[in-house]
Nanobody, 125 residues
Framework: QVQLVESGGGLVQAGGSLRLSCAASGRTFSSFGMGWFRRAPGKEREFVTAITWSGGSTAYADSVKGRFTISRDNTKNTVYLQMNSLKAEDTAVYYC??????????????????WGQGTQVTVSS
């Protein structure tokens, strides 16, 4: 069973930074990539960023470009999300996810088969 274990969420003031981690276990890296999504209270889950395992190609939602950086450590089976210049509107539950077989877009939820439990990020203003 694939497991994605997230850490690093918490409470931070506007303008501050947080670094989220997502450690994968129970599998080899056969997927195309990993992504981060978020869901604010009363809102639908939305795409944040994604990265491919082999080449490290990245994609970002317009709302986080220049502020968030996704990275991966293949030796640790771990992906990271560095969040800088945080805003109140970044408050949400953040989920990491692993893409499914034959899925290469990575910007839609339907491309992912496995999801972490989510970690709360709260930005106070």
């Amino acid at each position: 069973q694939v497991q994605l274990v997230e850490s690093g969420g918490g409470l931070v003031q506007a303008g501050g930074s947080l670094r989220l981690s997502c450690a994968a276990s129970g599998r080899t890296f056969s997927s195309f990539g990993m992504g981060w999504f978020r869901r604010a209270p009363g809102k639908e889950r939305e795409f944040v960023t994604a990265i491919t395992w082999s080449g490290g190609s990245t994609a970002y939602a317009d709302s986080v470009k220049g502020r968030f950086t996704i990275s991966r450590d293949n030796t640790k089976n771990t992906v990271y999300l560095q969040m800088n210049s945080l805003k109140a509107e970044d408050t949400a539950v953040y989920y990491c996810a692993e893409s499914g077989r034959g899925r290469y877009r990575l910007i839609v939820t339907t491309d992912y088969d496995y999801w972490g439990q989510g970690t709360q990020v709260t930005v106070s203003s």
